[in-house]
């Protein structure tokens, strides 16, 4: 017991070490809003609701970082990487919740769901943004865009010395763009950082200011969908903004692997890539059946028509959030179709949620070879393949269970959570369509989420958005790696 306690003891530090990290990434993330007082100086008085809980959150990761990290470079299990994204996300979001409350006095409850929806990138929201403080409204922006990015990365971006994957596989982002997972992170935050400048400018010749224009920038590329305007989108019923928001939000859903290799001009990557493939049939045939079914009777322009019967797809795929339109005057099928995009949700190793795309072209290429074997004489011998970037890959069976009993494990949570939401009086395709949302980290309401929402519901939804935003699986390996080290890390024995 005594050299496993020591064992467990030193490597507890490390993950001390690198759980501060996180916090004092995040607490500088918390404080950079006050860079805004440049432009708004009327709204001082609010600093201390950001100095105040930035400050202490970056002292406490400093502290952690600077006494518990190892001297030497140690290389992560994802079982630890799963304990720092626990624990780090748990902090951030905790201390998240401490301007919503200084400044936009919302209870408890509320704060930690609007903080949760923000760092998840979900874009649910219990503020009402006509009358919160353009701090607070850019403060939302930023979780996002740190949330997007993925905590971790930014995280394996600043660590000096060799690092192992296990923080940025359990974060659900375990390919690489470089042999060295310092470089990859570097070179992810890099795609990100340049799509994000580029859509701020892109927004601002649309048509949006420049404020409306970074925060919705922020929202798109993070797939996150908070928005400044009551009417999110449709505010500008703009053809501009909305093809730029299109572009962002489809960038944002692609594999940053995907990313790089079309900025290096391999675009055969793109037509190959079978998440692309994917992608394309959903959102063209999902416009289609919209269109001709929704969107045509309702709107009284073709041009308006086609734009939400495209645009909504988008947003609902992609997991952002942003809507065009409201859902009240649409039929059950309109809803169907938005459930089922929310549930796939974006590409594996981006900014989106869901059960991924990857998962699902898995389980179909697997389906269409095990027909094709039971067609097969007995001696041939063949294996289910798939393209992935420029990468031609054979599917294990290892691979095929793990991607099952994945999704087996999110529509069994989501069936819970529907069933939650309907006993709290809501109908069977509102609870149905909110808990997609909310475990997809979409952020696409038909009403059930409102600040006078009961209390039990918004705790529902964000457990449902945090499993959703860490996968379930990190969560679980997390919980119960902690669980089973506390007592034997703590023991006198």
């Known amino acids: ?61 400093w502290a952690a970082w600077r006494w518990l990290t190892p001297k030497t470079g140690r290389s992560l299990t994802l079982q630890e990487g799963s304990v720092i994204v626990v624990l780090s996300w748990l902090l951030v979001i905790l201390v998240g919740t401490v301007p919503f409350i200084w400044i936009s006095g919302l209870t408890f409850t509320q704060a930690v769901f609007e903080s949760t929806s923000g760092w998840t990138t979900t874009g649910l929201s219990v503020v009402d943004v006509t009358q919160a403080p353009r701090l607070i ?3 939302r922006s930023i979780t996002e865009l740190y949330g997007g990015a993925g905590l971790a990365i930014i995280t394996l971006s600043a660590i000096a010395g060799p690092s192992g994957s296990g923080l940025s596989s359990a974060e659900g982002r375990s390919e690489q763009l470089a042999p060295h ?73 692609f594999n940053f692997v995907l990313s790089y290799l079309i900025l290096r001009g391999k675009w055969s990557s793109l037509w190959r890539d079978g998440q692309v493939r994917l992608q394309i049939v959903l959102i063209g045939g999902s416009a ?62 981006s900014t989106a949620g869901g059960i991924k795309q990857m998962r699902i072209y898995i389980l ?30 054979f599917i294990s069976d290892e691979q095929v269970r793990q991607t099952a009993l994945f999704v087996f494990l ?32 979409v952020g696409l309401s038909v009403g059930v989420t409102a600040p006078d929402a009961p209390t039990t519901l918004l705790w529902t939804e964000i457990v449902a958005m945090f499993l959703g935003r860490l996968e379930f699986l990190t969560v679980l390996v997390g919980l119960i790696r902690l669980v089973r080290d506390i007592r034997p890390a703590i023991s006198h024995d």
């Open 1 to 61: 017991m005594g050299r496993y306690q020591a064992f467990l003891r030193q490597r507890y530090r490390a993950v001390g070490g690198y759980t501060g990290l996180v916090c004092l990434i995040a607490g500088i993330g918390i404080l950079s809003p006050l860079l805004a007082l440049i432009f708004y100086s009327e709204e001082w008085v609010l600093a201390g609701g950001f100095l105040v809980p930035g400050l202490l959150l970056s002292a406490f990761g």
């Open 137 to 139: 409204l850019l403060f």
């Open 181 to 253: 997972v310092r470089r990859s992170a570097k070179l992810v935050l890099s795609i990100y950082s340049g799509y994000v400048a580029i859509g701020i400018l892109a927004l601002r010749i649309a048509g949006m200011d420049w404020f409306d224009a970074v925060n919705h920038a922020f929202a798109a590329l993070s797939t996150g969908g908070f928005s400044t305007r009551p009417d999110s989108i449709g505010y500008w019923d703009s053809v501009p903004v909305e093809v730029v928001t299109w572009v962002l939000m489809l960038l944002g859903s």
């Open 288 to 349: 289609i059946v919209l269109w001709l079914g929704i969107t045509g009777a309702i709107y009284g322009s073709v041009g308006k028509a086609f734009r939400v019967a495209v645009f909504e797809p988008i947003s609902a795929l992609t997991t952002t959030g942003f809507s065009t339109v409201g859902y009240g005057d649409w039929s059950g099928l309109g809803w169907l179709i938005l459930i089922l995009l929310m549930l796939v949700g974006g590409g594996a190793g």
């Open 364 to 393: 179909y290429r697997s389906l269409l070879w095990e027909i094709q074997r039971m067609l097969m004489p007995d001696r041939l011998v063949s294996e289910p393949r798939i393209w992935q970037t420029n990468n031609r890959r």
């Open 410 to 441: 999110y529509l069994a949570t989501y069936g819970v959570i529907s069933l939650i939401m309907a006993g709290h009086g809501y109908s069977l395709d509102e609870s149905l369509f909110e808990t997609a949302s909310a475990m997809s980290t």
